[in-house]
């Protein structure tokens, strides 16, 4: 199984969960939540999928929340470890089975990754507030 998390949005979390062999997509669920820890677990429950039936794992970068991005890596990144899992990335534009098909085709070459967050453009930081 294949996982694809989009955290771009402030409180807004996307995933599609592929089957492999062929790839087909079995299911896309968007949650308003900022848990996305409990946001796979309920969409992997919904399908009768244990965690260790994932074998990649996929994170899209692009123009986004910061955090959102940050906690999707590290969520894929230890998911990865704990289950020998492959990781890879995807811009917001590449969410097809296409570039999923390309992306697990490099890895018959490769062993497992840690991902790390890419941004589309510098944080705005602000002053924090007077109060």
């Not at 199984?1 to 949005?9: D, F, G, K, P, T």
């Not at 244990?50 to 692009?62: A, E, M, P, T």
Request: aromatic content about 10%.
């Amino acid at each position: 199984m294949i996982l694809v998390i989009n955290n771009l949005r402030h409180k807004r979390v996307e995933l599609w969960l592929y089957s492999y062999q062929p790839i087909e997509l079995i299911d896309t669920q968007k949650y308003n939540s900022n848990d996305l820890l409990n946001c796979i677990s309920k969409l992997l429950k919904e399908h009768r999928v244990s965690s260790n039936q994932i074998k990649y794992l996929g994170v899209i970068f692009g123009e986004g929340s910061f955090s959102g991005i940050r906690s999707a890596v590290n969520i894929a990144n230890v998911y990865s470890i704990y289950n020998e899992s492959m990781v890879f990335d995807l811009i917001n534009s590449e969410n097809n089975q296409k570039f999923i098909t390309n992306k697990i085709n490099k890895f018959k070459t490769q062993k497992i990754k840690i991902l790390v967050p890419k941004y589309s453009c510098s944080p705005r930081i602000t002053k924090p507030k007077q109060n």
